[in-house]
């Protein structure tokens, strides 16, 4: 049953390849929204996952906002793209993967190289004018994943793009859990571990349910960038029943 799931996975993988290279040039921006939400979707559904969203705010889905989550798992990026397609700031690393680094950016995946100033500074004007332009950016404020129960201090650089941008911040809180509601480590994704060993561990873990979180929406205006990525640290863990512990960076 696992081997089946690996091949289909694969398979899954090869035909996102083929609608990147040969659909994608020739469709809309809301034809390519519509694929990658339902490529994405499958993608969960083949990895034994089924979404439950709750949405705690009373803004529409569509709206222009900057969304931020905690980050456990590759699997957040396509669990956020099944409810709504976004263009993610993600690490530099994640272009190098085999095959999903490669269809990351052609879903027009913003990459950030670490510790560079000046590139956190050129992506960040980057982001303002696409946001701007009406395009939905998301990050994870953490800088990496966590273990599942934790949540990491918040890089608050990127937040000056909402204030900029005069947009909102839309937070979200990201869990899995198993058929007793307990949270599935399985799906951690931490330390050294490579993409192979992650989809071993998910593909032999069983069920999960990935519960999705839109929290109510945080106000940029006349804000501090750290004041914005506090409140979303704190709405998020607030999402997640977790105690806070240390500070916005």
């Known amino acids: 049953m696992v081997a089946w799931h690996f091949v289909r996975v694969f398979i899954h993988l ?3 390849l083929t ?19 339902w490529w994405s979707g499958a993608m969960l559904a083949i990895c034994q996952v089924e979404v439950r969203f ?40 994640i272009r190098s993967w085999p095959i ?9 995946t913003i990459f950030l190289a670490r510790g ?8 960040y004007e980057g982001l303002v004018h696409q946001i701007a ?7 994870f404020p953490e800088g990496t994943t966590a273990p599942q ?16 941008a005069q947009v909102p911040i839309q937070p979200f809180a990201i869990r899995y859990v198993d058929a007793q509601g307990r949270l599935h480590h399985a799906v951690d994704f931490i330390g050294e571990m490579t993409f192979a060993e992650s989809m071993n561990l998910i593909l032999r873990g069983g069920k999960i349910t990935a519960e999705l979180t839109q929290l109510p929406l945080i106000s940029s205006d006349n804000a501090h960038r750290r004041e914005v990525a506090q409140a979303a640290r704190s709405a998020v ?13």
Not at 20 to 37: D, W
Not at 133 to 139: E, N, S, Y
């Open 14 to 16: 090869a035909l996102g």
């Open 19 to 37: 609608v990147c290279g040969v659909v994608f040039p020739f469709s809309s921006g809301a034809t390519q929204e519509k694929l990658v939400r």
């Open 54 to 93: 709750q949405n705690l705010s009373n803004a529409p889905i569509d709206q222009r906002v900057l969304v931020v989550a905690n980050h456990v798992s590759w699997l957040d990026i396509f669990l956020l793209n099944s409810l709504r397609p976004c263009h993610f700031v993600a690490k530099a690393d």
């Open 100 to 108: 999903l680094g490669w269809l990351s950016q052609k879903a027009g």
């Open 116 to 123: 560079k100033q000046r590139e956190v500074r050129r992506i």
């Open 133 to 139: 332009a009406g395009k939905r950016i998301a990050f």
């Open 149 to 164: 129960g934790t949540i990491l201090p918040f890089h608050a650089n990127l937040f000056e793009a909402a204030i900029e």
């Open 237 to 249: 863990a607030q999402g997640l029943g977790i105690n806070l512990s240390g500070d916005v960076v």
